[in-house]
């Protein structure tokens, strides 16, 4: 539209000029008069042209607007529109992102920052309608306020210490939320197309999480405390009645072997050869000469 005004106007210049041009005082601007009347009409025609002929990109959907009116869509390549009256508004239907910060409250009271990202596409089908709808600004005029909205009705079911630990449950609701909310403008969430990239709470509730921690560490602490004295006890009475076990054996083998004797076995096996032949004490006494007597005639 711009070629075809510059265009007549120098076809217009060049009239003028032409016209000036039969006083002999001016005669010398007659070919430049006679360069302006062709060169305009040249511009009016060849831009006219080149401004008649689209080309809409690859990962995008052509809007055709007839005098400011959505008329319909065309596909990606070139399309050949009515001067003056048609024009194409490119709208991107390759996979977007956007990152947002919602604030919402938890079941418990407690309020909960989330950063997200969302990854969204425009149906192509349907550019032409999103575009009468809501024109370009999709963005902030539905996108944003869904995911507001899509975080608060979430994070109203779930305790703040719950949406830590069910996180990917939490995720997962979140985005069919807002899948249900944005289809109705022609939107679609990618599939695993959200992302939570932070839950943040208040001081307080962080400072309330980090002392149940060290309350747990210290409830695991002293427990493994516990059980180590009750292993070291059932050990020490393990040990008690083996040695009770063993001298009631003691005891038994002495009352069978007669006890006297098997006393002097063991000391004789210990003597060093400088002790009396004859032993006694507590009203015991040992004939330690016959003992051995026994001993070397024993086979």
Same mark, same amino acid.
């Given at each position: 539209?711009?070629?075809?005004?510059?265009?007549?106007?120098?076809?217009?210049?060049?009239? %003028?000029?032409?016209?000036?041009?039969?006083?002999?005082?001016?005669?010398?601007?007659?070919? %430049?008069?006679?360069? &302006?009347?062709?060169?305009?009409? $040249?511009?009016?025609?060849?831009?006219?042209?080149?401004?008649?002929?689209?080309?809409?990109?690859?990962?995008?959907?052509?809007?055709?607007?007839?005098?400011?009116?959505?008329?319909?869509?065309?596909?990606?390549?070139?399309?050949?529109?009515?001067?003056?009256?048609?024009?194409?508004?490119?709208?991107?239907?390759?996979?977007?992102?956007?990152?947002?910060?919602? /604030? #919402?409250?938890?079941?418990? $009271?407690?309020?909960?920052?989330?950063?997200?990202?969302?990854?969204?596409?425009?149906?192509?089908? +349907?550019?032409?309608?999103?575009?009468?709808? &809501?024109?370009?600004?999709?963005?902030?005029?539905?996108?944003?306020?869904?995911?507001?909205?899509?975080?608060?009705?979430?994070?109203?079911?779930?305790?703040?210490?719950? $949406?830590?630990?069910?996180?990917? +449950?939490?995720?997962?609701?979140?985005?069919?939320?807002?899948?249900?909310? &944005?289809?109705?403008?022609?939107?679609?969430?990618?599939?695993?197309?959200?992302?939570? /990239?932070?839950?943040?709470?208040? #001081?307080?509730?962080?400072?309330?999480?980090?002392? +149940?921690?060290?309350?747990?560490?210290?409830?695991?602490?002293?427990?493994?405390?516990?059980?180590?004295? *009750?292993?070291?006890?059932?050990?020490?009475?393990?040990?008690?009645?083996?040695? #009770?076990?063993?001298? +009631?054996?003691?005891?038994?083998?002495?009352? *069978?072997?007669?006890?006297?004797?098997?006393?002097?076995? *063991?000391?004789?096996?210990?003597?060093?050869?400088? %002790?009396?032949?004859?032993?006694?004490?507590?009203?015991?006494?040992?004939?330690?000469?016959?003992?051995?007597?026994?001993?070397? /005639? /024993?086979?």
């Amino acid at each position: 539209m711009g070629a075809l005004v510059l265009g007549i106007m120098i076809f217009v210049c060049g009239l %003028v000029l032409r016209a000036s041009a039969k006083q002999p005082a001016q005669a010398n601007l007659k070919p %430049v008069a006679g360069l &302006l009347t062709v060169v305009g009409p $040249l511009i009016a025609i060849f831009g006219t042209m080149f401004s008649s002929v689209v080309i809409v990109e690859s990962g995008y959907a052509g809007v055709k607007l007839r005098l400011g009116a959505a008329v319909g869509q065309v596909r990606e390549g070139m399309h050949f529109l009515v001067p003056g009256m048609e024009e194409i508004v490119q709208m991107e239907v390759r996979t977007q992102k956007v990152e947002s910060k919602a /604030t #919402a409250a938890s079941r418990d $009271l407690q309020p909960v920052t989330a950063d997200l990202a969302l990854n969204f596409r425009i149906d192509p089908a +349907k550019a032409s309608d999103l575009y009468k709808n &809501l024109g370009t600004d999709y963005n902030s005029r539905i996108i944003a306020p869904a995911i507001q909205e899509a975080i608060k009705v979430v994070t109203a079911q779930y305790t703040a210490e719950d $949406l830590i630990r069910q996180r990917q +449950k939490v995720k997962t609701e979140v985005e069919a939320e807002m899948t249900r909310r &944005l289809s109705q403008y022609w939107i679609i969430v990618d599939p695993g197309g959200l992302s939570i /990239t932070n839950f943040e709470f208040s #001081a307080e509730f962080n400072r309330a999480i980090e002392a +149940k921690q060290i309350a747990q560490q210290d409830a695991e602490k002293q427990k493994f405390v516990l059980q180590r004295a *009750e292993l070291e006890k059932q050990t020490k009475i393990a040990q008690a009645q083996g040695e #009770a076990e063993a001298a +009631k054996l003691n005891a038994l083998a002495l009352k *069978e072997a007669g006890g006297e004797l098997v006393v002097a076995r *063991e000391w004789i096996a210990k003597w060093d050869g400088k %002790v009396p032949q004859v032993s006694g004490g507590q009203g015991m006494i040992i004939d330690l000469r016959s003992i051995l007597n026994d001993m070397k /005639t /024993t086979p």
